[in-house]
């Protein structure tokens, strides 16, 4: 009991304790395997007053049980058969994180959620143009480098498009690189993580890790577990789902970090954005700095120049990854 107690006190200790301001998120897919440890999460934020689930199933249920927590917010939850069940969650947010489809199992890359997880985001993006476009839109839900594509083109279509407010959330891949990079330095210390959210095209930048030095084997051994982190959890778990907990802590992170930035702080955030920084290279969309202010991306900064030639080499090679599924997700949406 004693354990449990504490785990929500430290999970509330993690985020500022400020008055909180009015601040609604929506949760779409509040029942799945992220969702709900991300509600939990949310929840614990002094920041939000009001939590909106939704679902296609059981989110009554997660909305009762989150919503005993005794911070001050309200929780109400819908499902697909409620009338105007996702309107209802909808209305008002602030934010709307979208962690919503099936998830991984062995064997399987991101890639291949493709089909069914791009005609989900499609249709909760539409949702969220017509009920509640100046939201700050956090995509979770994989491909993350085709999905945050498909929700733009949606956008845009709508005419109420701002690039602003939709991100792709690769926070998952810097606490990894964090956690992993701790394990040497017996600390815990930011690393960069920029490029994209699967495999190759994520690209952790140890370069600007003061006091990080590794050998060619170990950099690579390093990297490539920042890469597959993810394939090391779905193996672990045998088939009865993929990186859902800490995959919920980042997303809640995130949330956090624009919630402070709507509060008026300076936050700088890694996120997958759309950005002019490889215009020349035909890419559109790419994780790397932004500042962040109450209308979400204030700033988009470049690369540090201090890189190093092993990390520019990875950009290259991430590159044409990226467009290929840039361009997978924008054309799922012309064509359907």
């Known amino acids: 009991?004693?354990?449990?107690?504490?785990?929500?006190?430290?999970?509330?200790?993690?985020?500022?304790?400020?008055?909180?301001?009015?601040?609604?998120?929506?949760?779409?897919?509040?029942?799945?395997?992220?969702?709900?440890?991300l509600s939990l999460l949310l929840k614990a934020n002094p920041r939000i007053t009001e939590l909106g689930l939704y679902d296609i199933h059981n989110t009554p249920g997660v909305a009762a049980d989150v919503g005993h927590i005794n911070t001050l917010s309200n929780v109400t939850g819908y499902t697909a058969k409620d009338k105007d069940g996702l309107e209802k969650?909808?209305?008002?947010?602030?934010?709307?994180?979208?962690?919503?489809?099936?998830?991984?199992?062995?064997?399987?890359?991101?890639?291949d959620l493709f089909n069914t997880n791009a005609s989900i985001v499609r249709d909760l993006a539409q949702a969220c143009a017509k009920v509640c476009p100046k939201a700050k839109l956090l995509i979770i839900s994989n491909p993350v480098n085709s999905t945050v594509p498909i929700a733009t083109k949606v956008f845009e279509d709508a005419g109420v498009y701002d690039p602003k407010r939709i991100f792709g959330v690769t926070s998952l891949d810097l606490v990894r690189a964090s956690r992993f990079v701790g394990d040497k330095l017996g600390k815990v210390v930011d690393v960069p993580v920029v490029g994209g959210h699967a495999g190759v095209t994520i690209i952790p930048l140890f370069s600007q890790v003061k006091g990080l030095e590794l050998s060619k084997d170990e950099l690579d051994a390093l990297t490539y577990r920042v890469q597959f982190g993810g394939d090391e959890v779905v193996k672990a778990k045998d088939g009865a789902?993929?990186?859902?907990?800490?995959?919920?802590?980042?997303?809640?992170?995130?949330?956090?970090?624009?919630?402070?930035?709507?509060?008026?702080?300076?936050?700088?955030?890694?996120?997958?954005?759309?950005?002019?920084?490889?215009?020349?290279?035909?890419?559109?969309?790419?994780?790397?700095?932004?500042?962040?202010?109450?209308?979400?991306?204030?700033?988009?900064?470049?690369?540090?120049e201090s890189i190093s030639e092993y990390e520019k080499e990875l950009v290259k090679k991430a590159i044409p990854e990226l467009k290929k599924s840039e361009t997978k997700g924008t054309n799922f949406v012309a064509n359907n």
Do not use: C, H
């Open 241 to 304: 789902g993929s990186a859902t907990l800490s995959m919920a802590f980042a997303g809640a992170r995130f949330a956090d970090s624009l919630l402070r930035a709507g509060a008026g702080e300076d936050v700088l955030e890694w996120a997958f954005i759309r950005t002019e920084l490889f215009k020349n290279e035909g890419l559109e969309f790419f994780s790397t700095y932004v500042k962040l202010d109450k209308n979400g991306v204030k700033e988009i900064l470049p690369l540090p």
């Open 1 to 37: 009991m004693f354990a449990t107690r504490n785990a929500i006190k430290l999970a509330a200790r993690s985020f500022s304790t400020a008055v909180p301001q009015q601040s609604k998120v929506a949760v779409l897919g509040a029942a799945g395997g992220i969702g709900q440890p």
């Open 89 to 111: 969650a909808l209305e008002g947010a602030e934010l709307v994180v979208i962690p919503a489809g099936v998830p991984r199992k062995p064997g399987m890359t991101r890639d």
